[in-house]
C-alpha cells in the first residue's frame, strides 16, 4: 500500500513559478514509476508528466515540455514537479499518481493516487 500527498501548490502570478512535492508512505516507493496529472475545472483530468522507478527516464506532455521538469528522491520517498513560466491556462488541480510497473508507457495503470494541490496562475 501506498499513501501520497502533495504539496506546494497555491496562487502565483503569469511567469511564475512553483515546486509541487509528493511524499509517499511505503516500503516499496523505489520500485514505483509515478505520475504527475492535473485537472482544471469542467476538464477531464490529463497527463502531465511521469517519471520511472530509477529517475532515469522523463516524460512529458507537449505543452509543458521545457517548462515543467520532474524529478524523484528515492531516500525521501518524494516526487517533485517544477513548474517554471506558468500560464493561466495550468490552473488545475495538480494530483501524484504511483504505478507498479516501474516504468512509464502510454496506457500504463496507476495504481494509488493523491489528494491533490491546487495551483491558480492568475493577475
Known amino acids: 500500500q501506498v499513501q501520497l500527498t502533495e504539496t506546494g501548490g497555491g496562487l502565483v502570478q503569469p511567469g511564475g513559478s512553483l515546486r509541487l512535492s509528493c511524499a509517499a508512505s511505503g516500503r516499496s516507493f523505489r520500485t514505483y514509476a509515478m505520475g504527475w496529472f492535473r485537472q482544471a475545472p469542467g476538464k477531464e483530468r490529463e497527463f502531465v508528466a511521469a517519471?520511472?522507478?530509477?529517475?532515469?527516464?522523463?516524460y512529458y506532455q507537449d505543452s509543458v515540455k521545457g517548462r515543467f521538469t520532474i524529478s524523484r528522491d528515492n531516500a525521501k520517498k518524494t516526487v517533485y514537479l517544477r513548474v517554471n513560466s506558468l500560464k493561466p491556462e495550468d490552473t488545475a488541480v495538480y494530483y501524484c499518481?504511483?504505478?507498479?510497473?516501474?516504468?512509464?508507457?502510454?496506457?500504463?495503470?496507476?495504481?494509488?493516487w493523491g489528494q491533490g494541490t491546487q495551483v491558480t496562475v492568475s493577475s
Open positions: 517519471i520511472d522507478w530509477s529517475g532515469g527516464s522523463s
Open positions: 499518481a504511483a504505478s507498479g510497473s516501474g516504468t512509464y508507457y502510454y496506457g500504463v495503470s496507476w495504481d494509488y
